[in-house]
């Protein structure tokens, strides 16, 4: 397993998750990194990315709620999610781009948010 996303659970509305995705070093070191989520019955999106030299980019519903870090030393990216509300209820996925490591898809992460 390239990728391997951790972290995910049940949380009341309003609590905290901290998601990580393991890589090796060096799909970490040359990629863009981005989580996506997936709800029931809806399609994949975006939620927020790291490149290389940590500038990050967020959908709109989770800024100011969510940070995307990596820690190069632990090859880890990392997404900490704060004032979880249940439209954020989905599965994770991890995905690594660059062009070394081309488009890599980690295993999802199930968060489920109860109101």
């Known amino acids: 397993v390239q990728l391997q996303a951790s972290g995910g659970g049940l949380v009341q509305a309003g609590g905290s998750l901290r998601l990580s995705c393991a890589a090796s070093?060096?799909?970490?070191?040359?990629?863009?990194m981005t989580w996506y989520r997936q709800a029931p019955g809806k399609q994949r999106e975006f939620v927020a990315s790291?490149?290389?030299?940590?500038?990050?980019n967020y959908h709109d519903s989770v800024k100011g709620r969510f940070t995307i870090s990596r820690v190069n030393a632990r090859n880890t990216v990392y997404l900490q999610m704060n004032s979880l509300r249940p439209e954020d209820t989905a599965v994770y996925y991890c995905?690594?781009?660059?062009?070394?490591?081309?488009?890599?898809w980690g295993q999802g992460t199930l968060v489920t948010v109860s109101s």
């Open positions: 790291i490149n290389i030299e940590s500038s990050t």
């Open positions: 995905n690594a781009n660059g062009i070394t490591s081309g488009d890599i």
């Open positions: 070093r060096i799909i970490l070191s040359g990629s863009t």
